[in-house]
């Protein structure tokens, strides 16, 4: 049984910022990739950023240079700084913990980053 769990969440004005926690736990002792996804009402989920186990980072172009995704393996957790936030950053992200062999990947539950004034 696995076990993930994202916190940090809220509403935000225009140009705040927001940090993003998941930490997975259970039957799998560490993970490989890992990642940020967001879902927009109307919309299909989109990855937003991912990290490797050697820590090597991807993002979508729309959060390059506002976003930081970082890991922290002893506590089999991720997190996502998200800084100078936008409307159009406004959705439901989700974390994604990939085991790295056939048991798969986890999804959390999702929290919700409303980004209005």
């Known amino acids: 049984q696995v076990q993930v769990l994202e916190s940090g969440g809220g509403l935000v004005q225009p140009g705040g910022s927001l940090r993003l926690s998941c930490v997975g736990s259970?039957?799998?002792?560490?993970?490989?990739?890992m990642g940020w996804y967001r879902r927009t009402p109307g919309k299909e989920r989109d990855l937003v950023a991912t990290?490797?186990?050697?820590?090597?980072?991807n993002y979508v172009d729309s959060v390059k240079g506002r976003f930081t995704i970082s890991r922290d393996d002893a506590k089999n957790a991720v997190y996502l700084q998200m800084n100078s936030l936008k409307p159009e950053d406004t959705a439901v992200y989700y974390c994604?913990?990939?085991?790295?062999?056939?048991?798969?990947?986890?999804w959390g539950q999702g929290t919700q980053v409303i980004v209005s004034s």
């Open positions: 259970g039957s799998i002792s560490s993970f490989a990739d």
């Open positions: 994604n913990l990939d085991s790295g062999y056939r048991a798969g990947s986890f």
């Open positions: 990290i490797t186990r050697s820590g090597r980072k």
